[in-house]
Each structure stands twice: as C-alpha cells, then as structure tokens.
C-alpha cells in the first residue's frame, strides 16, 4: 500500500497570503495524484486532479505540481473560504489511498 | 444537477447488520465505477470499497473485507453497501463517491456502531 505523507499538519496564515502544501509519497505514484478540500460538516471536494488539473468549477488560485513521489497545491492568494482541510489522494496503484490531511487556519 | 444521496446509516450493536444505500442522479450511473469512503469522528479519509460500471470488478479494503459488500443496480441509479459483523472501529461517516478521482460525493450518511 503506498502511504501518503502530507507536510505541514496544520499552516497558519492570513487571508491573501500564498499557501503551499506538500504531499509525499512512499513510491512513484506518477501523475495519479488527486488534492481534495473538505470544510467542517461537509463532504470532500475535488479540487485537482492527475496532479495539476482544476476540476469543473475549482478558481485559478488553486494550482497543482509534482509526479512521482513529490506533490504540492498552491492557493495563490487565500480567500477566507479556502480555510479547511486539504487530502491528498492516490489512485496509481490499488487500493487508493489518501494522505492524513493538511489543516489550513485563519492566523 | 449531478446528485448522490446516502441513506441507511444508523446506531448498530456490535456484531449487527446495517444496509447503506446511495442513490444518484443527473448522469449516466451506469457509465461510472462507484466507491464507498468513509471518515471515523475527528480523522481523515479511508477508501472502504469500489465496483466497476458493470459491476465486474470488486475490491474491498483489508480492514472490511468479508465483512462487507458491495452491489449496484444499474436499473434503480442506486449503489449499495451490506455491512455485517460491525465493530466500534466501522464507526464513521460512510460517503458514495463517482469513479477515480473521486469528482462528486454524496453528503454522508452516520454509521455508529456501539452496545
């Protein structure tokens, strides 16, 4: 099973500031990478898939790097909506598994 | 609107049986695979079970294999998850969710499993 590893745990920051997150992997996962968004009380939201493509609707602050072993989402400039929590998921090699989760709060 | 919406869950004595289901609507359900994902109270994500359009191909997570079951009825838009044998640690919110990536998710449904 390929384990995610996301860095930081929690990112303290302010509204327009950059936010990057990291997500790792134990082995190559190529492109497979996926970032989801999920607020409090709700369910996850697609926000990039196959490592740097938007899904329908996701704003251009959101942008997404990496393959291989090294991933990272980047929010531009932070809108007070965009203070959640962010997974990082796999699907290259069975079964998916999903990263322990990043949380990003107002500082 | 492309919609999923779970129903079933409920509080279970261990060892019981719960029957979760997952109706869709506004798209082609027959056209995608289907997955259960589920969050224990406070924790992250947790791939729990996917099965092909055509219900061909089944996998299951360890942690629940032999214990649950996965189904579809492509004629009804509606996925399924028999869950048996429940334990404390099955506890958690139990998400449907299209294909992979996962690109539209239900709203969850509460599986709480205590005596």
């Known amino acids: 099973e390929i384990v995610l590893t996301q860095s930081p745990a929690t990112l303290s920051l302010s509204p327009g500031e950059r936010a990057t997150l990291s997500c790792r992997a134990s082995?190559?996962?190529?492109?497979?990478l996926a970032w989801y968004q999920q607020k409090p009380g709700q369910a996850p939201r697609l926000l990039i898939y196959?490592?740097?493509n938007r899904a329908t609707g996701i704003p251009a602050r959101f942008s997404g790097s990496g393959s291989g072993t090294d991933f990272t989402l980047t929010i531009s400039s932070l809108e007070p909506e965009d203070f959640a929590v962010y997974y990082c998921?796999?699907?290259?090699?069975?079964?998916?598994?999903f990263g322990q989760g990043t949380k990003l709060e107002i500082k | 609107e492309v919609q999923l919406v779970e129903s079933g869950g409920g509080l279970v004595k261990p060892g019981g049986s719960l029957r979760l289901s997952c109706a869709a609507s506004g798209f082609t359900f027959s056209s995608y695979s289907m997955n259960w994902v589920r969050q224990a109270p406070g924790k992250g994500l947790e791939w729990v079970s996917s099965?092909?359009?055509?219900?061909?191909?089944?996998y299951y997570a360890d942690s629940v294999k032999g214990r649950f079951t996965i189904s579809r009825d492509n004629a009804k838009n509606s996925l399924y998850l028999q869950m048996n044998s429940l334990r404390a640690e099955d506890t958690a919110v139990y998400y449907c969710?299209?294909?992979?990536?996962?690109?539209?998710w239900g709203q969850g449904t509460t599986v709480t499993v205590s005596s």
């Open positions: 099965i092909s359009s055509s219900s061909s191909y089944i």
């Open positions: 082995q190559s996962v190529s492109s497979y």
């Open positions: 998921q796999q699907r290259s090699n069975w079964p998916d598994t």
């Open positions: 196959d490592a740097s």
């Open positions: 969710a299209r294909d992979s990536p996962y690109d539209v």
